[in-house]
């Protein structure tokens, strides 16, 4: 067993800020990311909402100088290494991943989210032959084609203005009656000409080796209509990352989320949770970051108080 | 050091679909942060098996291969055999999960002459074990249709079949025990 003073779960913004903090405060601090490094941010065409990038940078380009940062500070990141034991009973907290057997003094969940998946025919056969939940990482091979993007809120909108730069043709589908997105998203939709289609639901993907339609259908009228595309991008609401730390005795919200306090921490003293993954309704790259600082400036205190 | 072979349009047919053992081609762009993330495991894995070629292809480069498959999403990993595709894995996932693969691609088609003859035998075995239950279907339907001598004959020839199976699978175990 390896032991340390802070272990922090997941490497989004939120984790690799944790991290940073963690190891610049002088913790010993290991950081495991089952995926890849960046998380979900990773995959943000432009950050132009975040402060300090008024030149605009990509989510991919942030996350890699956090974890250049969080590295040169002493995290200690292990990327594809998944946690899927947690004991949180004692004083002293264990984490088991799936190589592993890992102890600190404090624990702070950075787990991010994860996005909705739709079942619907040919999603599986189509994916990565123009079904795509990563328009950074797959925008590319849709050049000068038609793209549709299925999503209701702001992700869904930044997604679709980036990709109708790459794309000839881009369309939003929103499953809701209304598009949940900033004024200033929903005016750029309009200026970047996409075709927003409210108020339908996705039936089937359809293709031969690559995807070539979509067929909807209205909500009430059960009318199909089949649109001619050759990829489409999926960007629906998030599902917080909980299971495993709703089985270790955190409380979560109704929805799943982690209720923190104030200081970040959970229901458990000394195990923390930060970013998109807890119940704070605002999520953005932002105060992922802002609730690392608080959360570890807060084990910073308990510890002075200690010493 | 690694020995993953860089592979192009031109020279696909050449390295990857003649190739006789099989092979995984890591579809791959630059600009991509994930693909990024999973070439240090072919490169380690390129250094540990000597029966597996690892390739990769820029697909920004070469166009036409990526897309005679298709690929409209990276990192995409293809498994080839004697000029197939007989399997894929797409996006970056952990070491574990492509040597899992690999592992599977190399079971499932060896490479040695050994490994081929086991491969016979075993897929011959299992066969007649499927097809020894059928024959005796077949002999007891011919019984009830009232002809006795070709139930007789099947039977005696299913008997004959798990007879020389038996001594298939004794073969087998005692090559199993020698490797």
């Known amino acids: ?307 | 050091m690694s020995k993953v072979i860089e592979v192009t349009d031109q020279n696909f047919e050449q390295a990857v679909l003649n190739s006789d053992i099989p092979i995984e081609v890591d579809f791959w762009a630059p600009w991509c942060g994930p693909c990024n993330m999973v070439t240090p495991i072919y490169d380690k894995l390129s250094e540990e098996y000597e029966n597996f070629k690892f390739c990769k292809m820029n697909v920004d480069e070469n166009k036409q291969t990526a897309m005679k498959y298709g690929i409209m999403s990276i990192p995409m990993q293809m498994f080839f055999v004697n000029g197939e595709k007989v399997d894929e894995i797409l996006g970056a996932v952990p070491e574990q999960t492509i040597r899992s693969k690999v592992e599977e691609v190399l079971n499932k088609y060896p490479v040695d002459e050994l490994g081929k003859f086991m491969k016979i035998l075993t897929s011959w075995t299992e066969h007649n074990i499927k097809y020894s239950d059928n024959f005796r279907k077949w002999g007891e339907k011919a019984e009830s249709l009232g002809d006795e001598a070709i139930y007789n004959s099947i039977l005696q020839a299913a008997q004959e079949m798990e007879e020389s199976n038996k001594r298939l699978s004794q073969l087998l175990n005692e090559f199993l025990r020698k490797i």
């Open chain 1, 1 to 307: 067993m390896k032991r340390g003073n802070i272990i922090v779960i997941g490497a989004g913004p939120a984790g690799l800020s944790a991290g940073f903090y963690s190891a610049y405060y002088g913790f010993s601090t290991m950081i495991f990311e089952e995926n890849i490094l960046g998380g979900e941010a990773a995959e943000i065409p432009f950050l132009d909402n975040y402060p300090g990038c008024n030149k605009k940078i990509t989510g991919k380009e942030l996350t890699d100088k956090m974890v250049q940062q969080c590295k040169e500070t002493g995290g200690e990141i292990h990327q594809f290494e998944k946690a899927v034991e947690l004991d949180f009973e004692g004083k002293q907290k264990f984490v088991k991943t799936e190589k592993f057997k890992y102890s600190a003094e404090s624990v702070i969940i950075a787990s991010g989210t994860h996005p909705k998946v739709l079942e619907v025919p040919g999603k599986k056969q189509f994916q990565g032959r123009g079904v795509s939940y990563c328009a950074v990482c797959d925008g590319a091979f849709f050049k000068n084609k038609r793209v549709i993007i299925v999503g209701e809120d702001s992700r869904a909108a930044e997604v679709a203005i980036y990709l109708s730069d790459i794309a000839s043709i881009t369309k939003l589908v929103c499953q809701k009656d209304k598009l949940c997105s900033e004024k200033i998203l929903i005016d750029s939709l309009e200026k970047h000409n996409i075709e927003i289609i409210k108020g339908v639901e996705l039936k089937e993907i359809k293709g031969e080796l690559n995807v070539k339609s979509v067929v909807l259908s209205g909500k009430e009228t059960e009318s199909t209509k089949e649109i001619e595309t050759d990829g489409i991008f999926f960007q629906l609401e998030s599902i917080p990352n909980s299971q495993l730390v709703g089985e270790s005795g955190i409380k979560l919200d109704d929805n799943g989320y982690i209720m923190v306090d104030k200081k970040n921490m959970t229901n458990i003293n000394n195990v923390y949770a930060v970013g998109d993954v807890t119940e704070c309704s605002v999520k953005l790259v932002s105060t992922a970051v802002s609730q690392a600082a608080v959360a570890v400036m807060d084990i910073v205190e308990h510890n002075n108080k200690s010493l």
